[in-house]
């Protein structure tokens, strides 16, 4: 969770779920190009970001039809 909330506090604007893997497996030292590594880690991301969107800490942003971008809370 630390490099989920992180990597929106250093954000410029709104991210992406997948911008935020890619941030977690920079920090972590894991292998972007290796699909089962970043499929599992995006899934944890979400997971993440739900309960965080629960908890009050973050808030989604809607784009085109099911897209969602994410925002930290305050």
Avoid at 13 to 31: F, K, N, Q, Y
């Amino acid at each position: 969770m630390r490099f989920v909330l992180g990597a929106l506090r250093v954000a410029d604007g709104p991210l992406r779920s997948r911008e935020i893997a890619d941030h977690v497996m920079t920090g972590r030292g894991l292998d972007k190009d290796d699909p089962k590594v970043a499929q599992m880690i995006r899934k944890r991301v979400g997971a993440c970001l739900w309960k965080s969107k629960q908890a009050g800490n973050v808030r989604e942003m809607r784009v085109k039809g099911d897209l969602k971008r994410w925002i930290p809370a305050s």
